[in-house]
């Protein structure tokens, strides 16, 4: 049996003082930078990390050091670092040591949040769940939500895509991945959306509201969300259990499975992979769509452009907005890049987000040009230029099921329609725990024009 991930401890007091006995540990520098206590740095680190990321790097190169809160934290940026992290060096990172930590009580010990060889076997369990045929099954689903929802799309209608969305992609999840009815998942009084979404904005909280503890915090409504989707969980995979009956949905699959003394997998860790997957898709195609249709309606002419495909338009959408916009880790032991040493059990982070945005990766960065995807120009991109998905052995195992998902919205709503932004809308991003639009994307439908 493969052995369980070492138990994490919630106690931010407990992270904080183990945190500063490893900087004190460190054998080597730390990279230059900003490594002066900062409040003020920090806020405005929260607040806008993709400013702060790329003024480090104009200031001190691809690797630096930057002070946030009570601990260094070391930046790398551009293709040669991601690759370095993703790829070449990648078992020198740990994942479950970086600030991924932090999810660990909502989420449990899945994908994200655990490192090899756990992750490893679980990873190979659930491969099936996405093959090309799994996909192509769970389209026709896709197909059935969107035409169910495609409804608000009426001419001179306002609606938020980002909420239309938000809940088409959580139905999306719960039939082609669960084989969940979602009407059942908001039976009585409770709203699986809901509570997905009351637990994950404890990260965009403040940091005195991240660090208390006790009834009534914000932690403590964490773990009542918690309680409340763990008892649909576990009553599905009970009930599953009791039947002998599944599907071809992931929960199935995990349900099914045995571990290598041909063990079924403890109900405990089919829930972590469940809720891990939920979270990893759930807000993330939801920003993508909103995402790219705010680039539309920038670009207006993009939608008419014939030499424009759906998957160019998606590719830009996620170099300039890539959902997972960080990647923490922690180093395991110390290493070098581009000859700058930087000590072991470091946090370390690579940055879609800001790597995507380096000018001298990308020319024009800030403006929205689909044509960098065409096959000639990806065929000369470097080693780790675009890694919205990650890269290496841990490249995000939902991909192509993502992919195929905001592909089937992004059709069925540019047959139909065009979509305005409201005057005065500008868009701002939240970036905890993924990058979304602060608020919402409101927007006014029009007809398509006609060829």
Known sequence: MIERPEPHTPNPLTLIARDLRNERAATVPYPPGDTRFSLARTRRFMRDPLGVMLDGYERHGPVFTLRILHHDLVIMLGPEANHHILVSNAHNFSWRGGQLRGLIPFLG??????????????????????????????????????????????????????????????????????GLDPDLARAGDLDAA?????????????????????????????????????????????????????????????????????????????????????????????????????????????????????EMLLAETLRKFPPAYVGPRRSIAPFEFQGVPVPGLAFVWYSSLASHRLPDVWPEPERFDPFRFTPENRARMRKGQYVPFGSGTRTCIGMRFGEAEIAVIARAIL?????????????????????????????????????
């Open 109 to 178: 010990d899945g994908l994200l949040t655990t490192d090899d060889p756990y992750h490893r076997a679980h990873r190979k369990v659930m491969v099936p769940a996405f093959h090309r045929e799994r996909i192509r099954r769970a389209t026709e689903i896709m197909e059935e939500e969107v035409e169910r929802a495609a409804t608000a799309f009426v001419p001179g209608a306002v609606l938020d895509l980002y909420a239309w969305t938000r809940d088409v992609s959580l139905r999306i999840a719960m039939r082609a991945l669960f």
């Open 194 to 310: 809901h509570e997905f979404e009351a637990a994950l904005s404890f990260h965009a909280r403040g940091l005195p509201g991240q660090l208390a503890r006790g009834p009534g915090t914000p932690y403590a409504r964490v773990l009542r969300s918690r309680e409340r989707l763990d008892a649909l969980l576990y009553g599905e995979i009970d009930r599953r259990r009791a039947a002998g009956t599944g599907g071809e949905d992931l929960l199935s699959l995990l349900i099914a499975a045995t571990d290598e003394d041909g063990d079924p997998l403890p109900r405990d860790q089919v829930r972590d992979e469940v809720m891990t997957l939920l979270f990893a898709g759930h807000d993330t195609t939801t920003s993508t769509v909103a995402f790219l249709f705010h680039e539309l309606a920038e670009n207006p002419e993009l939608a008419e452009d014939p030499g424009v495909s759906i």
């Open 415 to 451: 047959e139909r329609c065009r979509l305005e932004l409201l005057p005065g809308y500008r868009l701002d991003l939240r970036t905890a725990p993924t990058i979304s639009p602060a608020h919402g994307l409101p927007v006014r439908v029009r007809r398509a024009t006609v060829a």
